[in-house]
Nanobody
């Protein structure tokens, strides 16, 4: 079992920045591929960014490329999502997720991840 706890969400004006954190416990963090997803009201959960268990690969949704950056600190069992240049359309609940399969690629579908956090709200005002 893996427990994931997100933090760092909040209300920010357009153009501002936030850094989300996701702390993991219950399994060796360095063996987990990690992903960030988001879900806006009335919309499906969508992939935002991911990082492989080895940290050798990262991936981003086209809508956030150049603005968001994912990183991980295995010593702290934490994955981060630095979000810059926030836009009102980035408003959503953000979830982190863990993939224990140690694949070299980054899954884009929510169903590929076995463990999920409770989510943290990000609201961007115009």
């Amino acid at each position: 079992q893996v427990q994931l706890v997100e933090s760092g969400g909040g209300l920010v004006q357009a153009g501002g920045s936030l850094r989300l954190s996701c702390a993991a416990s219950g399994r060796t963090f360095s063996s987990l591929g990690m992903g960030w997803f988001r879900q806006a009201p009335g919309k499906e959960r969508e992939f935002v960014s991911g990082i492989t268990w080895s940290a050798g690969n990262t991936d981003y949704a086209d809508s956030v490329k150049g603005r968001f950056a994912i990183s991980r600190n295995n010593a702290k069992s934490t994955v981060y999502l630095q979000m810059n240049g926030l836009k009102p359309e980035d408003t959503a609940v953000y979830y982190c997720a863990a993939d224990p399969t140690r694949l070299p690629n980054i899954p884009l579908r929510p169903t590929s991840y076995d463990y999920w956090g409770q989510g943290t709200q990000v609201t961007v005002s115009s």
